[in-house]
């Protein structure tokens, strides 16, 4: 900075210099506005709008390299994981969203006698992310992917030896979060022994940093610092810094500033941490070291002075501001470590508001799953929205310039097409009364066609009815009349798809029907009370017949074996959309019909197996809950879903 004040003699250099700098300035935010847009548009799978975006940049070697993940085109699965690892870091996108363009855009590799090694880092990086970022279930269900991947290579290869042992950290993860250590630690031992012999500086690293955590848990602090300071020691034979590295730096930050006494060497990681891309982060590590120092501390007034703050009071005020792209996890340490310090010099009003603004960042934290869904509704609205006004203008151009070359020529064959469209308008006459007469045949035979599944059903119902009359075995009498109850919950369901033109059915009024139905039949002569909560639940016809005969199936049993004369009887039916897309079926009544040593496997009677077996058709999860009473929960997917996971 000397030596640029030293070149600058007049004043009006001094001028031009800065406004040569904010231009610059600008022009790169401005670059890198577009670079997220193309980005976003990228994960969100909408090629033309990054396209349109990506036209406005300089080409590089990155414009480069999202103009061919824009076409799928020549892409190394190393330049995948730069781009959704870049986009990872940014924390501005769901990790969801970019983990489903991973499984959509990126494809296996083909070659099954080599495997491919970039293949499995990046899919290893998208388990960690989704691990830490998403959820333990999509975590564990890429996990099991890649693992099937690398068992169809040769174990002796020494590539597949390095996958097969990277791929470990998972498992090891897993173990530490159920606080199995003992098999926790035996899977890391063994990993790194593995990458000792493989040389592989990289996942000796790795296992030594899951190997700390071990020791964490064991409460074995010094051990913990002397495994880590191992890890950097490591980190100096790499060429390029490792996935872990600032991990390893801020566990020892932590570490030494709780243990004390080494302050210094706390000081200099964190100063590193500072100047990284973790710089955020640090201001924790910060407000923790202020709240162990003494009052009169150097190195106190050394922190004060870096940040440019008057006391502690005026530095905890600093840490909320530089800290506000932190995640709630970390904006509440950082605001329960400012508290800490706070009280432990002497701002006690502060340190209590601090902590009372902790509790309410931790109650916020309670409701994120909202938030999430809330945010990814508003982004995917956003999206539309200015996808919609890009193709518009669009349109305008190509309309605009056809308007512009087709004008001279429409001059000259206007006379030609009044001509014509006198001769057409007869043939066209002829032609719509043809498409009328079709479209009347059809309707017709629509109509015929829903006749002859009505008259089937009740031909169906009308000769179970018959067979009813000549059985005198009440066993197969009543599996007769059970068929009956089905048909006609079948030819129900027929009944409103009929008369609905969307094609899809109305579960609240179908099942305020059903239970009509069944109650006229078994004509209970106690009362139920009855509570439907279905709102604005419609199927279609693939997803109503299986749902319908299951509801059916269940209340019925309720009708038969639940309600008694002694007492209330209550009968619960519920359908609703859970934050996974995935529906809940829910059926509950108050009586004493199933023993509470029954299991849902070991179900023997033809109605239950039906209804296992339709839930298993909706790709669904049964579970019963006997207490007070009776309680099917039914997890399911409507058909779109369905055709999805096909």
Not at 116 to 145: C, F
Not at 596 to 624: C, D, P, W
Request: with cysteine; proline share 1%; glycine share 2%.
């Amino acid at each position: 900075m000397a030596l640029l004040t030293s070149r600058m003699k007049t004043p009006c250099t001094i001028f031009f210099f800065l406004i040569t700098l904010t231009s610059y300035s600008q022009s790169a935010k401005k670059i890198d506005k577009y670079i997220q847009k193309v980005e976003n548009f990228i994960i969100y799978n909408q090629p033309d709008s990054a396209s349109f975006y990506l036209k406005k940049l300089q080409d590089n070697s990155y414009t480069a390299v999202l103009s061919r993940i824009i076409k799928n085109k020549e892409v190394t699965y190393a330049e995948y994981e730069e781009f959704t690892s870049k986009l990872a870091d940014y924390q501005i996108i769901d990790y969801e969203f970019i983990s489903n363009y991973i499984n959509r855009a990126v494809k296996k590799p083909i070659d099954s006698k080599n495997i491919n090694l970039e293949y499995v880092y990046l899919k290893w990086v998208q388990i960690s992310d989704l691990r830490d970022e998403a959820t333990l279930e999509a975590a564990s269900s890429e996990q099991s992917k890649l693992e099937d991947y690398i068992d169809k290579f040769d174990k002796t290869d020494k590539d597949v030896l390095k996958a097969e042992t990277r791929i470990k950290t998972h498992p090891i993860v897993m173990f530490l979060i159920e606080k199995d250590l003992e098999n926790a630690k035996e899977l890391v031992l063994k990993s790194l022994k593995i990458s000792e012999d493989l040389e592989e500086i990289e996942l000796q690293i790795y296992f030594l940093y899951h190997y700390a955590e071990v020791l964490v848990l064991e409460r074995k602090l010094d051990e913990f610092i002397k495994t880590n300071e191992r890890c950097l020691l490591l980190e100096e034979k790499l060429p390029k810094r490792s996935a872990y590295y600032y991990f390893i730096v801020a566990n020892l930050i932590n570490a030494y500033i709780y243990k004390g006494g080494n302050n210094e060497r706390a000081v200099i990681l964190l100063d590193e941490l500072y100047n990284s891309s973790s710089k955020n982060i640090t201001y924790i590590y910060y407000a923790q070291l202020i709240s162990n120092l003494d009052k009169n501390a150097i190195l106190k007034k050394e922190i004060l002075d870096k940040f440019q703050a008057q006391d502690v009071s005026d530095l905890a005020s600093k840490f909320i501001k530089l800290g506000n792209r932190l995640n709630p996890n970390d904006s509440f340490k950082l605001v329960n470590m400012n508290s800490k310090a706070l009280a432990a010099h002497g701002f006690y009003t502060e340190a209590i508001a601090y902590k009372e603004k902790a509790i309410e960042i931790i109650r916020k934290i309670y409701s994120e799953d909202l938030s999430k869904s809330l945010a990814k509704y508003k982004t995917e609205q956003a999206l539309k929205v200015k996808e919609t006004e890009i193709s518009r203008e669009k349109e305008k151009t190509k309309l605009y310039s056809i308007i512009a070359s087709l004008f001279f020529v429409l001059l000259l064959i206007t006379l030609l097409v009044l001509v014509k469209i006198r001769n057409q308008s007869k043939e066209l006459s002829s032609k719509n009364q043809l498409i009328n007469d079709a479209l009347i045949e059809k309707e017709l035979l629509i109509t015929e066609v829903h006749h002859r599944v009505k008259n089937n059903f009740q031909i169906i119902s009308s000769l179970l009815e018959l067979q009813s009359e000549g059985i005198e075995d009440k066993k197969a009498l009543e599996l007769i009349n059970q068929s009956q109850d089905r048909v006609k919950s079948m030819a129900l369901i027929h009944q409103k798809l009929y008369r609905n033109e969307s094609g899809l059915i109305d579960f609240n009024e179908y099942t305020s029907l059903l239970i009509k139905e069944i109650s006229f039949v078994y004509q209970l002569n106690v009362k139920v009370d009855t509570t439907i909560k279905i709102e604005n639940v419609f199927f279609d016809v693939d997803t109503a017949i299986p749902l319908g005969l299951i509801i059916n199936e269940i209340i019925t049993n309720a009708y038969k074996y639940a309600f008694k004369n002694d007492k209330e009887n209550v009968l619960f039916i519920s359908i609703h959309q859970e934050e996974d897309k995935d529906y809940k079926l829910v059926i509950e009544d108050n009586g004493l019909g199933i023993s509470n040593s029954f299991q849902i496997e070991e179900a023997k009677s033809t109605g239950l197996k039906l209804v296992k077996r339709l839930v298993r058709q909706l790709q669904g999860s049964l579970e019963l809950l006997i207490k007070h009473g009776t309680r099917f929960e039914i997890i399911f997917k409507d058909s779109n879903k369905r055709k999805c996971r096909e």
